[in-house]
């Protein structure tokens, strides 16, 4: 018999306790022993939870507990998670976390701890919600040389993406009902501004190349400013939009590493991802191309992953699992105007065929896109592979015109 304790019964921590009961006699099976829910720390009050009894909204009952052998933490936020894991790391439990903010900030100081003390701490609930991701790219795929990792990592914008392109709901209908879904994050900005994505990439890349890759160096756009004539011309053009994180790595050994609305062609593997639902492409030297997908939000796809983490780390109580990466450095992720891509334009202008000759004297032949009805004072085309330090430039030596949006093209 293994004790636990959980930290945090909302969303993700309650559908943990429910996949433990549910499950438990597969779950004792897979163990090797039975799992016993054995505190919950909550500073809430659950009378009617099959685990009432066993709440405490006293950290000390857990950490001072020696019995507990692996903690759970479903709090989210960095506070008071972080300390909290720590702490608990320092007393000698291991620790299953879905918190990517955690991960994503502090997560090469935690694994140097649980390396130090040979405990485990793993959170491949942090990415892709039930999709498994991390193990497979630590693990499945360990013999490649991993060139890039893009994914749709967002349940919510892809949710509310979806349905502005599929069945014209509004955004802030399709936001509202992602949240009474229970997708969206308690500040629905961190999915709407990119946030949630960019904790998500950081995480990926920092597995996937070895060196931790901090949220505060990753360019960062949301989809708040995606409207339904974006959704057209992309449509036109033979694509979809999608919030997509991306990193990849340069030949001087620096990532390009970005997360931003990117429209991508319909015969992308990608193209396809809707609702809430993830999908994760892996670039690797020997396997090519592999995409993850699944459910990337909610209750029971993550607390699937969460117990799956913590049946590992029944299986290995002593013993050190894996997942590990070095601190990152301020120089490790390239500056994102550096990063190359086509770009989608949509330019105001009174002449659009003199301004669309004089941009293709700047930047090379560029492809027209129009629907019908598309405004008379607006170009839109789709320029040839450039950075953003060439775009910014060329408009600004073309003071005639002003942009109303510029989005990437991804070649994924
Ligand atoms: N708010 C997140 C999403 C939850 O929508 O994907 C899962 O991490």
Known sequence: MVKIAIMGYGVVGSGVVEVLLKNKKNITHKAGEPIEISRILDIREFPDSPVAGR???????????????????????????YDFVRRCLMSGKSVVSSNKEL??????????????????????????????ILRPLD???????????????????????????????????????????????????????????CRKICILASLAFGKH????????????NITLEDVKY???????????????????????CIVAPMILPHTSRLAAVNDVFNGILVRGDAIGDVVFYGQGAGK???????????????????????????????????????????MMLRLKCDNTEMFKSKLEDMLGVCESVEFE????????????????????????????ASMISSIRIADL
């Open 300 to 342: 029971l796809p993550t607390a699937s992953a969460v117990v799956a983490d913590i049946i590992d780390e029944v299986k290995h109580l002593g013993a050190r699992k894996y997942l590990s990466w070095e601190p990152g450095g301020a120089d490790y992720v390239a500056d994102y105007h550096d990063s190359k891509s086509a």
């Open 139 to 197: 693990q499945c795929l360990a013999a490649n040389e991993v060139f890039e990792i893009a994914g749709i990592l967002n349940g919510t914008t892809n949710f509310v993406l979806t349905k502005m392109i599929h069945d014209d709901i509004s955004f802030d209908d399709a936001l509202n009902l992602a949240q009474r879904l229970g997708y969206a994050e308690r500040d629905p900005l961190a999915d709407i501004g990119g946030l949630d994505a």
């Open 103 to 132: 991960v994503a900030a502090k997560g090469d100081k935690l694994l140097a701890l649980a390396r130090e003390r040979n405990l485990n701490f793993l959170f491949e609930a942090s990415v892709g919600g039930g999709i498994p």
């Open 373 to 400: 009805n598309s405004p008379s004072d607006e170009l839109a085309l789709v320029t040839p592979v450039i950075t953003q330090t060439r775009l910014d430039e060329v408009i600004g030596a073309l003071p005639d």
């Open 234 to 256: 992309a449509d036109k053009w033979g694509g979809v939009i999608k919030l997509i994180g991306r990193a990849r790595k340069l030949k001087d050994g620096r990532l390009d």
């Open 55 to 81: 709440f405490t909204d006293n950290f000390e009952d857990i950490v001072n507990d020696p019995d507990i052998k692996i903690v759970v933490e479903t709090i989210g936020g960095l506070n008071p998670a």
């Open 213 to 224: 890759v901090y949220p505060e160096q990753v360019h960062t756009e949301g989809i708040q």
